[in-house]
């Protein structure tokens, strides 16, 4: 019941990533509680039929990209930097720059699936597209 109450904290990265990587791992384990929090609270809400409800696992889907993104750019890059390779300052910004941009993503995708317009606009969507596959179109 933590979870759902929001009273949990998200996970620490920092022992599995780079320190100079504080902030994105920040910026990651937020992206993955609001990821488990929005499953979580789909799988209530719908249960068995979250199977049948495309938009909303459309924007589940976005958003595990971009969090699986940021974990393998922090895995790479973290590995250049212990390594003190020639590219780490390269790295170093194109993964901080990936993760700021990637977790955007991520809360604007969850976001929607609270948006009272867009879950509207999904409901409408829906029933032009059984229109359209009942009767051939409009």
Do not use: W
Request: hydrophobic residues 40%; contains cysteine.
């Amino acid at each position: 019941m933590k979870r759902v109450a929001g009273l949990s904290s998200p996970p620490s990265l920092n022992d599995y990533i780079h320190p100079n990587f504080s902030s994105s791992g920040i910026l990651l384990s937020k992206c993955v509680e609001a990821f488990g929090l929005s499953v979580e609270e789909l799988l209530i809400k719908h249960g068995k039929n979250i199977v049948s409800e495309q938009f909303h696992l459309n924007r589940l889907a976005n958003a595990a990209i971009d969090i699986y993104a940021m974990v393998t750019v922090l895995s790479r890059a973290t590995h250049t930097l212990n390594k003190n390779l020639a590219s780490a300052a390269y790295e170093e910004m194109l993964t901080n720059i990936i993760c700021s941009e990637a977790s955007e993503r991520v809360h604007q995708n969850l976001g929607v699936l609270k948006s009272g317009s867009k879950l509207k606009n999904f409901e409408h969507m829906r029933s032009l597209a059984n229109d359209i596959a009942k009767f051939g179109g409009p």
